[in-house]
């Protein structure tokens, strides 16, 4: 089988309901990245960052895949697909996808404050202040915030190394490393971005931009594949 991967962020979830930030104001459900998305937020009011993420978990829980989500999902049957998200929610998974690599993490779970390697499920969609884990720290959302390593990029370049087909749905390649992955995409692999603002990015090779919005161009973009 053919490996196709697939680069998805905050766009593919937006028909969900899960907001963009790039899109509207330049800030994240009415607030400033730097108050609830970096270390420095965590050390200066950890309860606000975990509010922020606990809100953003019931948001997640409560929303449901889209068919841009269930389209992708459906690629499986044809393709040997990965699929490389940006996003913290669980989307992919609970539409089918079976091999999904979250570059930043995902919000369904807790990560200790001092080690991210260790990671728990949630039950519910908080995390309380008190909650700590088996080193004694607090929890936290295992999420990778601004100026946090971001563990799975290497694993994540290797496979688009290996890529022979291309998908980029949904992202405004401004966010390193992550918008560098498509720089390790071979220039001849076929490549499609669906977005209803195709990003500037240079992208080298052939290129086919689908300017919709995800519910309308993926699926389109889907059956042509399967039908290819
Ligand atoms: P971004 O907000 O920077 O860019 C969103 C992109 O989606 C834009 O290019 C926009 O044109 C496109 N878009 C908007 N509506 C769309 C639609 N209906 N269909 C297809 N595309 C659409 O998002 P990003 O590039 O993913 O970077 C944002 C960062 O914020 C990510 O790293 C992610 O971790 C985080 N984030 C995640 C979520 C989530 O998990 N659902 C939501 C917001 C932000």
């Known amino acids: 089988m053919e490996k ?6 905050a766009g593919i979830s937006a028909e969900s309901g899960l907001k963009t930030f790039r899109d509207s104001d330049g800030l994240w459900e009415g607030y400033n990245i ?17 509010e922020f993420y606990n809100e953003r978990r ?4 409560e929303a ?14 044809k393709y040997e697909v990965t699929i490389i998200t940006q996003n913290i929610d669980d989307l992919h998974e609970r539409a089918g996808s079976t091999n999904v690599i979250h570059l ?15 990671t728990y499920p949630i039950n519910g969609w908080q995390i309380g202040m008190d909650e700590v884990c088996e080193l004694g720290s607090p929890l936290r959302a295992h999420v990778v915030w601004f100026g946090e390593a971001v563990p799975m990029i290497e694993t994540a370049a290797r496979i688009c ?3 022979e087909l291309f998908i980029l749905v949904g992202t405004s390649l401004a966010v390193y490393p992550a ?8 220039p001849r692999v076929p490549k499609y971005i669906v977005d209803p603002k195709i990003p500037e990015a240079s992208v080298r090779g052939p290129v086919m931009k689908i300017q919709e919005k995800a519910t309308i161009g993926v699926p389109e973009l889907v059956d042509r594949l399967l039908n290819k």
Do not use: C, M
């Open 161 to 163: 190394s290996r890529a």
């Open 58 to 61: 019931k948001s997640v829980l």
């Open 104 to 118: 930043h993490g995902i919000i369904t779970r807790s990560q200790s404050s001092i080690n991210p390697e260790l």
């Open 4 to 9: 196709l991967v697939v680069l998805t962020g």
């Open 34 to 50: 730097e108050d609830v998305a970096t270390p420095e937020a965590w050390q200066r009011n950890p309860a606000l960052v975990q």
């Open 64 to 77: 449901k895949p889209n068919t841009a989500h269930f389209a992708l999902a459906r690629l499986e049957e």
């Open 179 to 186: 918008a560098g992955l498509i720089n390790y995409v071979g």
